[in-house]
């Protein structure tokens, strides 16, 4: 098996296991915590509870979810296209991570109340206090979507490039001396 075919794998493997789990803890917390009081976890450093969201992080967008669906779809499609050219770990995970964030929320979009497109996510991580106040109430796939971004971000900035290659520092000279 090709180097390739195994950071797809990676990818794949990584957007699965991030999709299943996201899917299984929002219908747990959905039959578990719906309609109760907040659940209070490590000395009130993160409740349970549950909240739909209508719109993106941090509430932006909200009633423009049909919108919010297309995006997820867009960057669905474009992490499907770049995964024949990954020969990275580290793209592979920060992809996978992404890919299966990104898929996580839009099944929600896709399938819950109030209908297709139209659908709200669940969330029900919250830090600090359990109305949201202090930082966004959020799910598994936003945190693997943050994670993901944040691997993606180190690779790019340390010149990690998506077939495993490590670009020039960017400095404005070649090794040469001349300018790029």
């Known amino acids: 098996m090709s180097p390739g075919h195994r950071r ?10 991030t999709l299943l789990l996201d899917v299984l803890s929002k219908i747990l917390a959905v039959m578990v915590l719906e309609g109760r009081p907040p659940v209070e ?14 719109g993106a992080a941090f509430s932006m967008a909200t009633g423009l979810t049909w919108l919010l669906t297309l995006v997820a779809l867009g960057v669905v499609v474009a992490i499907v296209r770049l995964a024949p050219r990954l020969r990275s ?3 592979a995970l920060g992809l996978g991570l992404v890919l299966g964030g990104a898929l996580g929320n839009l099944v929600d979009r896709l399938l819950r109340a ?7 996510v669940v969330d029900f ?5 359990p109305d949201g106040s202090v930082w966004p109430v959020f799910n598994l796939a936003d ?8 691997v993606l971000a180190l690779l790019a900035a340390t010149g990690r490039d998506l077939d495993g290659t490590r670009s020039p520092r960017r400095s404005g000279r070649t090794g040469s001396g001349a300018p790029e």
């Not at 797809?8 to 296991?17: C, D, F, I, P, R």
């Not at 109030?114 to 709200?120: D, K, M, N, S, Y």
């Not at 991580?125 to 206090?129: E, F």
């Open 143 to 150: 945190s693997a979507i943050v994670c993901g971004g944040a």
């Open 8 to 17: 797809t794998g990676l990818l794949a493997a990584t957007a699965t296991v």
């Open 125 to 129: 991580l919250s830090l600090l206090a």
């Open 41 to 54: 976890l490590l000395g009130g450093g993160l409740y349970l509870v549950v909240y739909r969201n209508s």
């Open 114 to 120: 109030p209908g297709p497109l139209r659908g709200h």
């Open 89 to 91: 770990v580290g793209w």
